[in-house]
């Protein structure tokens, strides 16, 4: 019986594994659709005769998918057969892990889709606060704001967010705790950390690190938490530990850890393991600048250097990471992140980010990108997190990461009307790619695909249909010249907001959200929330890509494959949502689609 291509594909993937491991001591990726090409290098044939190959790899092995004729077959280095997708039967390498195969999977277009929402699932029960958001991680009660980054510890994610249980009479912020096993459907735990448990005062942002060596001295894969306290004005660094998986934490007898030098801002440390140098790396917002700051142990600081963009006033909630920009090993690029008031720029607060190189010590930004980009355009994503998947290859981890936000603003989150949800939400959980465009790299998001299982049935919008939320609407978009698209979202009682895309025929069409015309608007009378939002794609393309996801109290677009993504705030005073679409001119929608979504938070 003949070999088949895939066979065949894959066998030459193995030949040139084992040349690369003979001749350089490790296994190497590849995709042959994409920019890591470097085990081309070894079999120049390798990839021939398939419509796609992908490999991942790690110390101890690789995994490789090949399609052909949507045939998808795998392979690893411990297995020599071929295993047709899904291939839950493949032997695989120690380093390799279920969820990276089925990652690996999904980069070749291999999935399972899902059954559609049935029409109860997309029900919210009897007695559920209609105002609250439905797909969006939300307080129980209270308020809540910035975010922390998520850790994934015994099968679950693990989030933490600033809470106010007694907002508005009351300040102070305590961690509130939620879990997922899937970054979808969230499960509250309640409080982790009391606001104003110690002598060093409130609680405020910081990072969760699972310490896997027992550096900080508590244990091997002790979780933990490094944030700002403040008490008086004064914020410092301390530390609490948690022994029991991230439910409850304790305070270390060395707080604080990293003392304040004497400056009016210094806090939210974002905390990330370098492990080209075998030490942890904390950046921290102090004022108008990003600080530097190295451990060997979490508890002993040295300052390392600062990062000063100017423009953009007072920095908060930084972050600091490494991507691989199109997903090339060959091309590491590290992205400086911090969350800003881009005013004095024209534009709203949001989390800009700068590209560059990081030397252990000192943060350089690339040559042509001095200007900071921002991860969102919306007027409401801010105080953003950025996380990697551990059960991933590094290849993997670098090749993407998931992000989150908070869906607010400060110059307008204290005055939202009552018609609207105003404890506060966080954002959709998003997929984050380094991707190369004509300019810098740039940061593309797309809506995790885990959301998708919360869908109907999709139906055609034909002229109008009304719809609870929260739903989806996918828009195809042909854009051939001067002309615009309008999404118009209209509440039961006239408060109507609309997304849209317009192009004026020669520069790349620019994405807008107005809603000067919803229920918030009309009681704020505030400019930073009325004026309409737009930004030009970083891509110029004659057709395009719109997805929407709108929910009680705000809307998520995602335009050109992630490519530009505005987060806003939207009151539309509850009940159900008239949805149109309007085309101008030479722009028009090739299909318009809605979908219900069904409710994980109620």
């Not at 999904?106 to 559609?116: I, K, L, N, T, Y």
């Not at 828009?475 to 999404?487: A, C, K, N, P, Q």
Request: with cysteine.
């Amino acid at each position: 019986m003949p070999e088949s291509p895939e066979s065949r594909a894959l066998t030459t993937i193995a030949a040139a594994e084992s040349r690369a491991f003979d001749s350089g001591g490790g296994y190497l990726s590849f995709a042959a659709n994409g920019a890591d090409r470097e085990l081309a290098n070894l079999e120049p044939e390798i990839g021939e005769g398939v419509d796609d190959a992908m490999v991942i790899a790690c110390d101890d092995g690789w995994v490789a998918a090949v399609v052909v004729d949507e045939r998808v077959a795998l392979r690893s280095n411990v297995a020599d057969a071929t295993h047709p997708a899904p291939a839950d039967d493949l032997q695989l390498p120690p380093c390799v892990t279920r969820v990276a195969v089925d990652s690996l999977l999904a980069d070749v277009g291999w999935s399972v889709a899902p059954e559609p929402a049935t029409k109860q699932a997309l029900q919210r029960p009897a007695g559920a606060d209609p105002l609250r958001p439905a797909v969006h991680i939300t307080p129980p009660n209270g308020f809540m704001n910035d975010p922390q980054r998520p850790v994934f510890v015994d099968g679950l994610w693990h989030l933490y967010y600033l809470y106010n249980a007694d907002y508005p009479e009351g300040n102070g912020t305590a961690w509130f705790h939620a879990t997922s096993p899937d970054l979808v459907e969230w499960t509250d735990e309640g409080v982790a950390i009391e606001k104003f448990r110690t002598e060093w005062g409130d609680v405020e942002s910081g990072t969760v690190v699972v310490d896997e060596r027992g550096d900080a001295g508590f244990g091997e894969g002790t979780l933990v938490a490094i944030l700002t306290q403040q008490v008086d004005g004064v914020q410092r660094q301390s530390i609490f530990y948690s022994t029991d998986g991230g439910y409850s934490f304790e305070s270390s007898t060395e707080n604080p850890v990293l003392d304040n030098p004497g400056v009016t801002d210094f806090r939210d440390p974002r905390v990330i393991w370098d492990a080209d140098r075998d030490r942890w790396t904390m950046v921290l917002a102090e004022g108008e600048r990003l600080g530097f700051y190295s451990s060997t142990n979490l508890t002993d600081w040295e300052y390392a250097s600062d990062f000063a963009p100017g423009a953009l006033g007072l920095l908060e909630c930084p972050d600091l990471f490494r991507m691989h920009l199109d997903g090339d090993p060959a091309r590491p690029v590290w992205v400086l992140a911090a969350s800003a008031n881009g005013e004095r720029l024209g534009r709203a607060t949001g989390v800009a980010y700068w590209t560059g190189d990081w030397d252990g010590t000192t943060f350089t930004v690339d040559g042509d990108s001095a200007e900071p980009r921002w991860m969102d355009s919306g007027p409401d994503y801010y105080a953003g997190v950025t996380w990697p998947d551990p059960r991933l290859t590094p290849g993997q981890q670098a090749e993407s990461r998931y992000a989150l936000g908070w869906l607010n603003n400060w110059a307008y989150a204290r005055e939202l009307p009552e018609s609207g949800w105003t404890s506060g939400a966080q954002s959709v959980t998003r997929v984050l790619r380094l991707e190369s465009t004509s300019g810098p790299p740039r940061l593309g998001m797309t809506p995790l695909p885990g959301l998708d299982r919360l869908a109907g049935p999709a139906r055609d919008i034909r002229g109008s249909s009304t719809i609870s939320t929260p739903f989806r609407v996918d828009l195809d978009l042909s854009i051939e010249g001067r002309g615009e698209v309008r999404l118009v979202l209209t509440g039961a009682d006239g408060a109507s907001a609309m997304i849209g895309v317009r192009s004026d025929g020669q520069a790349a069409p620019e994405v807008f959200v107005a809603r000067d015309d919803d229920a918030a608007a009309a009681v704020l009378e505030s400019e930073d929330y009325s004026a309409e939002r737009a930004e030009p794609l970083p891509v110029a393309d004659d057709v395009m890509a719109l997805t929407v996801i709108v929910d009680t109290s705000s809307v998520e677009v995602f335009a050109g494959d992630g490519a530009l993504t505005q987060s806003a705030l939207v009151d539309l005073g509850g009940g159900d949502v008239t949805v149109s679409v309007e085309a101008v001119d030479d722009v028009e929608a090739r299909s318009a689609t809605i979908r219900g979504l069904s409710p994980v938070q109620v």
